[in-house]
């Protein structure tokens, strides 16, 4: 599969999600859009708040009629502890194949304390109703980002 290019609508996919569900792409066609946040690791410093950031704003980007979705490598036990322990309300995906990692290209080579790794490359995608790719945020620095996020959802509407 090809990456998606922003106006172009992104190849279905399908992962195992908390709460025992299964995320399908398709199955939020015509429903809602999505954001799709791949984030390195459960638990670590930086992931930690930007999950934080977007639980505190979920409601807004429900107001969007947006639903926010967290996709790392780590597996779905290390995913539901994270999440009942930040108490977020929306589900995190296990991509512990690298499926949607490698659809959307965030696999880079990273610099780990001197030594040379492959990981996430923190990025968020924003997919419309109609499964069409509408923004994408590269090397995602924590801060501000969640407010720009939700800014572009917020103009969609």
């Known amino acids: 599969m090809t990456t998606p290019t922003l106006g172009t609508p992104v190849p279905d996919f399908t992962l195992a999600a908390t709460s025992g569900q299964t995320f399908r792409l398709s199955d939020f066609q015509e429903k809602a859009n999505v ?22 704003a979920y409601a807004e980007f429900q107001a969007a009629d947006t639903l926010v979705f967290g996709i790392s490598r780590d597996s779905l036990k290390s995913h539901e502890n994270f999440k009942a322990k930040q108490a ?25 304390y001197g030594k040379q790794v492959l990981g996430i490359e923190r990025s968020t995608f924003l997919i419309d109703k109609q499964g069409v790719l509408r923004h994408e945020w590269r090397k995602v620095s924590v801060k501000t980002h969640v407010a720009a996020v939700l800014a572009a959802v917020q103009a969609l509407v």
Do not use: H
């Not at 954001?35 to 505190?56: A, H, I």
């Not at 589900?91 to 780990?112: G, H, P, S, T, Y």
């Open 35 to 56: 954001v799709l946040y791949f984030y390195p690791k459960d638990s670590t410093p930086g992931c930690t708040t930007e999950g934080q950031d977007f639980r505190d």
């Open 88 to 112: 977020f309300p929306f589900e995190l995906l296990a991509d512990v194949d690298e499926i949607a990692c490698k659809l959307f290209d965030v696999i880079k080579l990273k610099n780990m």
